[in-house]
């Protein structure tokens, strides 16, 4: 079965920093790979996403994510964050040819932006 | 918009007393999945409907049921609440087309149910 560990349960960054959170999966083959953001009381928003092709994906609000089969990792990045990025990260992996399976997530990371 | 949206918002509910969560859609999709998240947790899959087959997760205990009566409605159904299941429930959906992965879930902003 997959899984996927989100090593930081917080992450602290100060505002117009840059950003990288961490994400590997354990999986026997070429997962689909998932960032959801979420803020405090709400759903999951999809930052961005990886099916095949290019390893570098773009996202949202100027997030992007590498795909690293030999490290398996699916880190994601910003250059600069704003405050309004405060919130819970999930990274998320889907099976191949799974049909419709559930996602299984990772226990998520923390952002907090200091001033 | 096209959306997936959850009523209500906040449930609260008393130990032992059936409650009844709902999501409805306008994507269009055919599946319909509903997890659950605790507290500083991950989501965690309880079931999910693709078309009318509904699929249970192993571990999702049988105080838990589901129903789809159309394209666009599911529901979540705690016939018993207990205290241990105070959380957010999320509601997403995709588009599976046979034999592929499902494309993005979609989901809702959640129900948050508090149990006393």
């Known amino acids: 079965a997959q899984s996927v560990t989100q090593p930081d349960i917080h992450i602290t960054v100060s505002e117009g920093a840059s950003l990288e959170l961490r994400c590997n999966y354990s999986?026997?083959?070429?997962?689909?790979l998932f960032w959801y953001v979420q803020s405090p009381g709400q759903g999951l928003q999809l930052l961005l996403k990886?099916?095949?092709?290019?390893?570098l994906v773009q996202g949202i609000k100027g997030f992007e994510a590498e795909f690293k089969r030999s490290q398996s990792s699916f880190n994601l990045r910003k250059p600069s964050v704003h405050w309004s990025d405060a919130a819970e990260y999930f990274c998320?992996?889907?099976?191949?040819?799974?049909?419709?399976?559930?996602?299984?997530f990772g226990k998520g990371t923390h952002l907090i932006i200091q001033p | 918009d096209a959306m997936v949206i959850q009523n209500p918002r906040y449930q609260v509910t008393q130990f032992g007393k059936p409650v009844t969560l709902s999501c409805s859609q306008t994507?269009?999709?055919?599946?319909m999945y509903w997890y659950q998240q605790k507290s500083s947790q991950a989501p965690k899959l309880l079931f999910h409907?693709?078309?009318?087959?509904?699929?249970n997760e192993a571990d999702t205990p049988d105080n838990f049921q589901s129903r789809r009566p159309n394209t666009s409605f599911c529901f979540l159904d705690i016939r018993s609440p207990g205290l241990g299941d105070a959380a957010m429930y999320l509601c997403?959906?995709?588009?599976?087309?046979?034999?592929?992965?499902?494309?993005?879930?979609?989901f809702g902003p959640g129900t948050r149910l508090t149990v006393l």
């Open positions: 409907y693709y078309d009318k087959d509904f699929n």
């Open positions: 998320a992996v889907g099976e191949i040819g799974g049909g419709a399976d559930g996602l299984t």
């Open positions: 994507l269009n999709h055919n599946v």
């Open positions: 997403a959906t995709s588009r599976v087309e046979a034999g592929e992965f499902a494309d993005t879930q979609y």
């Open positions: 999986y026997g083959a070429t997962p689909y």
């Open positions: 990886y099916f095949s092709g290019d390893t």
